[in-house]
């Protein structure tokens, strides 16, 4: 129903930047929050932050904050997870999710991207 697909993983050395998308496609994409989680090898995966279609603010993780930000562009259903000062325990496996709002349950997962910051 709903189908969300990473890009623009890589490698990168610390301190350097990079962008990450999520393009969503599906039905009724307004009943959705986004979030971005990772997940790190040999750990669980945690939440990064989160984003509305329409109004409100992002939120982040503390972890990120202040390094990481959040932006959409409704026109293309996409979310996007701008990166920097990236730090080798960014290292991870990146996926967004679709939460529904009214439920708060998290629907639908991207298959991931890989970010591999290198020290």
């Known amino acids: 129903q709903v189908q969300l697909v990473e890009s623009g993983g890589g490698l990168v050395q610390a301190g350097g930047s990079l962008r990450l998308s999520c393009a969503a496609s599906?039905?009724?994409?307004?009943?959705?929050?986004m979030n971005w989680f990772r997940q790190a090898p040999g750990k669980e995966r945690e939440f990064v932050g989160s984003?509305?279609?329409?109004?409100?603010?992002?939120s982040y993780a503390e972890t990120v904050k202040g390094r990481f930000t959040i932006s959409r562009d409704n026109a293309k259903n996409t979310i996007y997870l701008q990166m920097n000062d990236l730090k080798p325990e960014d290292t991870g496996v990146y996926y967004c999710a679709a939460q529904l709002v009214f439920t708060r349950q998290y629907a639908y997962w991207g298959q991931g991207t890989q970010v591999t910051v290198s020290s």
């Open positions: 599906g039905r009724a994409l307004s009943a959705y929050n």
């Open positions: 984003i509305m279609w329409s109004g409100g603010s992002a």
